[in-house]
Nanobody
Framework: QVHLVESGGGSVQTGGSLRLSCVASGDAVSNYCVVWYRQTPGSEREGVALADTDGYTTYPNSLKGRFAISRDNSKNTLYLQMNSLKPEDTAMYYC?????????????????????????????WGQGTRVTVSS
């Protein structure tokens, strides 16, 4: 079974950037759909980026343009590049791996947006890395 370890968190000021890493071992991470989630105390985990086995990537509309997920299969690692960080990005960030996710969207009023999987879908999680953005 794949094992995940996140790193790269830290403290930055508003407008700064961080790159988080999710290093996999035990299996090729390319075999898995990987989702980055974040969580603040008292809140549910929120999906922020997805990379599926077929190369498909997606983000919540609110984060498009600021967050980018990428894979380096030679290093068995996924990255989350976060730019133009805001205080509301402060959270624990986790990566999770599972079977292929497929593309899911929700449409309302003629506008469609991607839906990231519910965290309960994933059985493999890293320990998390903390991101703090100060104003």
């Amino acid at each position: 079974q794949v094992h995940l370890v996140e790193s790269g968190g830290g403290s930055v000021q508003t407008g700064g950037s961080l790159r988080l890493s999710c290093v996999a071992s035990g299996d090729a991470v390319s075999n898995y759909c990987v989702v980055w989630y974040r969580q603040t105390p008292g809140s549910e985990r929120e999906g922020v980026a997805l990379a599926d086995t077929d190369g498909y990537t997606t983000y919540p509309n609110s984060l498009k343009g600021r967050f980018a997920i990428s894979r380096d299969n030679s290093k068995n690692t996924l990255y989350l590049q976060m730019n133009s960080l805001k205080p509301e990005d402060t959270a624990m960030y986790y990566c999770a791996a599972g079977p292929p996710c497929g593309k899911k969207t929700s449409c309302s009023g003629g506008v469609c947006y991607p839906v990231l999987p519910d965290p309960s879908r994933f059985g493999v999680w890293g320990q998390g890395t903390r991101v703090t953005v100060s104003s």
